[in-house]
């Protein structure tokens, strides 16, 4: 070899960028071989095996009822219909628990801060406890010995004869609307334009002079006032549809079977406890200082939360917090080992083992979670995003 070409070549390899790049193209070269391999390894064995390759049970008839759907379905319908009336039962859960969870881990974590000491204590005490019991035991727990314990519908525990709680769910007024509803629905929309449109005018005039207005106690007033309004003017815009007791069960009502209470109770308290440990290190990470400051402008202790406390916090608890909703997403399937019907059990499940698609079906649902962990992720972080600190 040309003794210049020779160190032109090794100058060349010295050079790390030059390096780098020539092992990422290696390892990608070998996690494409391994993909390829993996891929011939499953289209082999499928065939093999006579397991279909493509997705064509998608609309083959499912010929399997679904216990609580929220879409029409029968068994007559398809094992796409059953896939989306899973995907919407796995929504449901995170769009009830995530909520819920927030609110009771919220209002723990800030009682773990009490100078109460008994309320501090019974904080910590739940936050402790909850924390170490295995979610899938607590699942089993409210099912198996709490609402599977309870009374058949003959002796069902009623309140007022209007709710009814049983072995077989719990039963709710259906709120059934009126021509009236128009009218009520039209003025809450109203209250929470004004409202928001009171708010914002509050909160520019602050900046501006310095002075506070009841921004709080206007938007309450007014999404209770308008409504109660247009009921009083129109008339009441709902009825209610209550269960009763027809032959060996309660009929009519909303009824919420045992096994999604089981769920939501599950993954609230569960999630709450490490919601309001992360509350709790969120707060205490804001200096006392702060607090001192807003005491000496004369703010009191609630407005000093609201305005100087909780919002420096936030920057600290939304990131994990963000990671508290996404176990939500995911934790809610071990729904199966309950039988409520979600994603997995429906999808992932019944109709995995009906079709024998496994690799179809796997790829689908872990696509799915994907999807939905991705979306909460990036809705966190645009919320975030109104608490981080801007360069000026």
Not at 111 to 139: D, E
Not at 216 to 226: D, Q
């Amino acid at each position: 070899m040309d003794p210049a070409r020779g160190a032109k070549l090794s100058t060349w390899l010295n050079d790390q960028r030059v390096r780098g790049r020539i092992y990422q193209t290696l390892l990608l070269a070998c996690v494409a071989a391994l993909a390829c391999g993996a891929i011939y390894n499953a289209v082999t064995n499928m065939q093999a095996r006579g397991m279909p390759m493509g997705f064509g049970f998608w609309n083959e008839v499912a010929g399997f009822d679904i216990n609580l759907h929220l879409i029409s379905y029968t068994n007559l319908s398809t094992y796409g219909r059953a896939f989306w009336v899973g995907l919407l039962n796995t929504l449901l859960i995170a769009v009830i628990c995530i909520p819920l969870a927030t609110l009771l881990g919220f209002a723990i974590g800030v009682t773990r801060l009490s100078p109460n000491w008994l309320l501090s204590r019974l904080a910590l005490v739940y936050t402790s406890i909850l924390r170490n019991i295995p979610l899938l035991l607590l699942l089993l727990f409210w099912y198996n010995a709490v609402l599977k314990s309870l009374p058949g519908p003959r002796q069902a525990i009623s309140i007022g004869d209007v709710v009814f709680l049983d072995n077989r769910g719990l039963y709710l007024p259906m709120p059934v609307p009126r021509e009236q509803s128009v009218w009520f629905i039209s003025a809450i929309a109203a209250a929470l334009i004004l409202a928001a449109g009171f708010r914002e005018w509050a909160r520019r005039r602050q900046e501006r002079t310095g002075e506070q207005a009841p921004s709080t106690l206007v938007a309450v007033g007014l999404i209770l006032g308008l409504p109660a309004i247009a009921s009083a003017a129109g008339g009441a815009p709902f009825g209610f549809d209550i269960a009763k007791l027809s032959g060996f069960n309660l009929k009519g009502g909303l009824q919420v079977i045992p096994e999604m209470a089981a769920l939501v109770f599950g993954l609230v308290t569960f999630t709450a406890a490490f919601i309001a440990e992360i509350v709790r290190a969120g707060l205490l990470a804001v200096p006392v200082g702060q607090s001192e400051a807003a005491a000496a402008l004369g703010l009191h202790r609630g407005l000093t939360m609201k305005l100087v406390v909780v919002p420096q916090a936030m920057r600290l608890i939304t990131p994990p917090l963000t990671s508290q909703y996404l176990n939500i997403v995911k934790n809610s399937s071990l729904a199966v080992f309950i039988g409520y019907p979600d994603l997995v059990q429906i999808f992932a499940g019944t109709v995995l083992n009906q079709t024998q698609a496994a690799v179809q079906v796997m790829a689908i649902t872990m696509a799915v979670y994907l999807f939905i962990s991705l979306a909460v992720a990036v809705a966190l972080n645009l919320f975030n995003a109104r608490y981080a600190l801007k360069e000026r």
